[in-house]
């Protein structure tokens, strides 16, 4: 295959937004450097290969390193591959420049054929290097997210439908690597948070010998709200353990010397989001809960809602209720109403109910048991829904009747399982149903009547809080979700620690209720970490901050994914 070469002339102006549609963010000459130059690995015959080149930031870093080895023939040795042809005119001028040129294909990397395949469109590489386009799901769509998704599923890889581009680009790009050869890519620090990434993470265990991580405290795209982290690997045959390097910014990465490396024996299942911790304040985590906490699946079982398959149909307000004269002993059951919002203190008092019911909420969920009598105002009702064509939703068509849901009785704690800041436990003082826009949890009978009482507001601890960061999972926009069995290892602090918690508390509930209910969340887990960290476990100042420290670089990282505040 012969150089391509690109003599239109460029635009004056690429544009910032266009790049941004294109997931395209170019690669700081520092960066890419230091990639290039660990791919090659002194081999001046190494053939290198960047599957998204843009305006060729590695190829000009790798040009120059394979120059300083002695390499002549950068042409065969050298190939980017970049959909955007612009993009590709500027690395071909940039290489003239520096007196090199390269093989340059004007394709989508999809549409190459890795040398397993039967008809096999390139040969294998040294080294792939490289930074993916970061286009999320959204934007991901139609024949190229078909095609994405094919490639890595001939990998071996099943992505979800959530997964953004950068995912499918890297399994495919590996795929055109020599047995023994290396993959250095910049990539999203999502890698080691988010839920439709664990596919990538259990991949990279399996597909290569060796793999480090180099994460960075930085942001390092000016363009870009998210942060990266540097991905080497290299072999294959699968390892057991990651090599960790903590950095500032691209300035430090030459002062990583050999032996500077941690060591991380990585889970199958679990996230890696604690990598994101520095080591002083995963080991301080670690120990705190290993020593005062346990899990909250040892109180009690974190359950889902009940699932209607439609809310909006199921969950009625008082005035519909009234309209169609639905009996509320017969036809329907009281709930907390679908969404979070509500839930502002600890708890969720029968007078928060009456007070959303009169405000018009949704604080019914339709639910006629089997002896209520089949009135004229519930057969309407009912006609209603199946002229909305509810009873065609798939939860309505496997039950019978479509139109009475499996209620869940009423917990004693609902846990707010999707949020911005943090997930909350909130005492169930209503003693009312819920719909699975929330979790509940049901505590064991045994569990002692100051655990319960406390439970909600002494989670609100900085160990607790730095727990969900690490076990929950990170969605778009910055949101946090919980799954059940991730709420179920929730640490919280044991029921002595609790008791002696809540005796200095205890007199206090109210008054931090009502700032909890008035937005003032900090100040209300500051006042439990002096009590519970400070006294009753004996941190020191300085750990407690290193606690509050780790919270606050997770949430932050997290929700720079979106554009939401620490303070929604």
């Known amino acids: 295959m012969q150089a391509r070469e690109y003599l239109r002339p460029l635009p004056l102006e690429l544009g910032i937004e266009n790049r941004k549609r294109r997931g395209a963010y170019f690669t700081p000459p520092t960066i890419a450097e230091f990639l290039s130059r660990w791919a090659i690995a002194n081999r001046a015959d190494a053939r290198v290969m960047d599957p998204t080149c843009g305006d060729g930031a590695f190829l000009k870093a790798a040009a120059q390193e394979l120059q300083k080895l002695g390499s002549q023939d950068l042409a065969e040795q050298l190939t ?23 093989n340059l294909v004007n394709k989508d990397a999809f549409e190459l054929e890795p040398p397993g395949a039967f008809f096999p469109t390139l040969p294998p590489f040294d080294a792939v290097v490289g930074n993916p386009p970061f286009v ?80 960075f405290e930085k942001l390092q795209f000016e363009d ?31 002062k990583i010397q050999p032996f500077d490396e941690m060591a991380v024996t990585m889970s199958t299942d679990s996230k890696w989001t604690d990598l994101l911790l520095t080591v002083s304040q995963r080991q301080l985590f670690k120990s705190v809960v290993g020593s005062f906490y346990q899990s909250l699946g040892d109180l009690g079982s974190p359950e889902l809602g009940t699932v209607t398959g439609s809310n909006d149909y199921f969950a009625l307000s008082e005035s519909t209720r009234r309209n169609f004269e639905l009996d509320e002993q017969l036809h329907v059951l009281p709930i907390s109403p679908p969404g979070t919002r509500h839930l502002k203190g600890l708890a969720f008092t029968r007078g928060d109910w009456q007070g959303l019911r009169d405000a018009g909420e949704r ?19 009912i006609e209603s829904g199946e ?10 068509q496997i039950r019978t009747p479509w139109w009475r849901p499996p209620a869940v009785s009423a917990p004693d704690f609902f846990f707010t399982y999707m949020s911005h800041r943090f997930p909350r436990i909130v005492a169930n003082h209503a003693n009312v149903s819920f719909v699975n826009s929330m979790h509940g949890i049901r505590l064991r009978p045994d569990v002692p009547k100051t655990t319960r009482e406390s439970l909600s507001l002494l989670a609100l601890n900085s160990v607790t809080l730095l727990g969900a960061e690490v076990f929950g999972r990170s969605y778009g926009g910055g949101i946090l979700k919980m799954e059940p069995r991730e709420a179920a290892i929730l640490p919280i602090p044991t029921s002595e620690v609790l008791e002696r918690a809540w005796t200095t508390l205890r007199p206090e509930r109210d008054a931090l209720n009502r700032q909890l209910r008035n937005g003032v969340w900090t100040t209300v887990v500051a006042r439990v970490d002096e009590v519970l960290l400070r006294e009753c476990l004996s941190l020191t100042a300085d750990e407690v901050s290193v606690l509050r420290a780790a919270v606050h670089s997770l949430r932050t990282r997290r929700l720079s994914r979106g554009s939401i505040s620490n303070d929604d």
């Open 80 to 102: 980017g591959i970049d959909i955007y042809e612009p993009s590709l005119q500027e690395a071909a001028a940039s290489l003239r420049a520096q007196g090199a040129s390269a």
């Open 136 to 215: 999320r799901y959204q934007n991901h769509r139609g024949e190229a997210r078909k095609a994405s998704l094919t490639a890595a599923l001939r990998q071996g890889v099943r992505l979800s439908g959530l997964a953004s581009s950068w995912a499918s680009l890297l399994i495919h790009a590996s795929s055109f690597l020599t047995p023994d050869g290396r993959l250095a890519m910049v990539l999203p620090a999502e890698l080691l948070t988010v839920g439709y990434a664990e596919p990538v993470r259990k991949w990279l265990r399996r597909r290569f010998s060796s793999v480090k991580l180099i994460i």
């Open 224 to 254: 870009a709200l998210a942060n990266v982290v540097l991905l080497l690997a290299q072999g294959t045959g699968g390892c057991d353990a990651f090599s960790l390097y903590f950095v500032d910014d691209a300035e430090d990465l030459e």
């Open 363 to 381: 604080v019914w969920m339709l639910h006629p048991n089997s002896a209520a009598e089949f009135t004229p105002g519930l057969r309407r009702y």
């Open 387 to 396: 002229e909305a064509g509810v009873n065609l939703a798939y939860k309505c």
